[in-house]
């Protein structure tokens, strides 16, 4: 049995599940997801908790009975709370604004590089350089976040660029030392 598969998703109070065969939908404060799941997983809602169980012990079932169950704890956690991914922007004259509910960032192009928020993320910049991605959803979040760090990755030898909080950039010394 898969460890994190067999784990039941606590269901918190605020949140509603609704089971309409492979689709769910989860509604919570922070807004609404749906997404549909394996016909062959069943999933069903005991006691206030969403269970998750499969067929078979066949390869493909196993796989996929960790992975629903993972999607489903991520939409009931993001409806409830919502997910966040700081980003940090390292280099002289690198810095990010807000443009109304976008961010422009100066990256050290010629131009500067615009930001559009999505239906359903929020960007908040507390500091010129640096950058929070709200959202509910938690793949959206890290996507569009990956997406802003892609821009300008840290590189190793002055260590400028956009990186995620408390990602460490390992550094290079250069072709001066010996």
Known sequence: MSRIGKMPV???SGVEVKIDGPTVTVKGPKGELTQTFNEDMTIEIVEN?????RPSDARGHRALHGLTRSLLAN???GVSEGFSKSLDIVG???RAAMKGKDIEMQLGF???VPVIAEDGITFEVPAPTKIIV???DKQRV?????EIRGWRPPEPYKGKGVRYEGEYVRRKLG????
């Open 142 to 146: 890290g996507q569009i976040a990956a």
């Open 92 to 94: 002289v004259g690198y």
């Open 10 to 12: 606590p269901v918190p």
């Open 134 to 136: 709200r959202g509910i």
């Open 110 to 112: 010629s131009h500067s």
């Open 175 to 178: 072709k001066t030392a010996k």
């Open 75 to 77: 939409m009931v956690i």
């Open 49 to 53: 908790e969403v269970v998750v169980s």
